[in-house]
């Protein structure tokens, strides 16, 4: 079982829909990211967040809109996706980024699989 | 920017060792030298990492050249549960991580 709780498993949206994918950490962990990655591909470093800031977007279209209410969730807003948007979207947690902190693994969720119709 | 490059795949046969190379030519000295694997269905999962020093821990051991321009992760005795996609990544800009595409490990039984 994954300490990095995601949901839903499942997700099919239209082009026109709204959604949220949702993560769910209690390690304690103040370094979240966002990864998309499309079948037999590895992940895509899609967001960072550190201390619940955004430190990082790897220049992610803006139909996509990340959240970090708290130190234990990362939300990911959808809105007027693309079928290219369909993938596997994974977040993970770390303890920290910056120093000595940084080695420390990142631990996965099992991911969101996205379907656009 | 420090990349790692990987075979595509390798085969292996049930409880024997398997060696998964990876090359890293222009890693600088601050980078440490992280494993990570996939296996159906389920999100990445760290194995191991180290900076000059061979390392091991329960699930493998990682075997560093002494110029840091290469590593092997050893699995002392491969399971049909280690079939995955085993990722080499150098640690990058900000301590976040880039994955190449990775080895894809077949167990045979």
Redesign the interface.
């Known amino acids: 079982d994954?300490e990095?709780t995601q949901t839903p498993k499942h997700l099919v949206m239209g082009m026109t829909n709204k959604k949220s994918l949702k993560c769910e950490q209690h390690m304690g962990h103040r370094a979240m990211?966002w990864y998309k990655q499309k079948a037999k591909?590895?992940?895509?470093?899609m967001f960072?967040y550190s201390y619940e800031k955004l430190?990082?977007n790897e220049s992610v279209p803006s139909r996509f809109s990340p959240e970090c209410p708290n130190s234990s969730l990362l939300n990911l807003h959808l809105h007027a996706l693309q079928p290219e948007d369909s993938a596997l979207y994974?977040c993970?947690s770390s303890q920290r980024?910056?120093g000595i902190s940084?080695?420390q693994?990142?631990?996965?969720?099992?991911?969101t699989r996205l379907s656009i119709l | 920017d420090a990349k790692t490059t990987q075979p595509n795949s390798m085969e292996s046969n049930e409880e024997e060792p398997v060696h998964l190379p990876c090359n890293h030519s222009t890693i600088s000295g601050t980078d440490?030298i992280?494993w990570?694997r996939q296996l159906p269905?389920?999100?990445?999962?760290?194995v191991i990492?180290g900076l000059t020093s061979n390392v091991n821990n329960r699930m493998a051991s990682l075997a560093i050249a002494e110029d840091r321009k290469s590593s092997t992760l050893i699995l002392h005795r491969a399971t049909l549960r280690d079939a995955a996609?085993y990722?080499c990544i150098l640690?990058y800009n900000?301590?976040?991580?880039?994955?190449?595409?990775?080895t894809r490990l077949t167990v045979k039984p």
């Open positions: 994954t990095v990211y591909k590895p992940p895509e470093l960072v430190s990082i994974l993970a980024l910056g940084s080695n693994p990142q631990h996965f969720g099992d991911g | 440490y992280h990570y269905s389920q999100g990445p999962e760290y990492h996609v990722y640690k900000n301590n976040d991580m880039r994955f190449g595409a990775g």
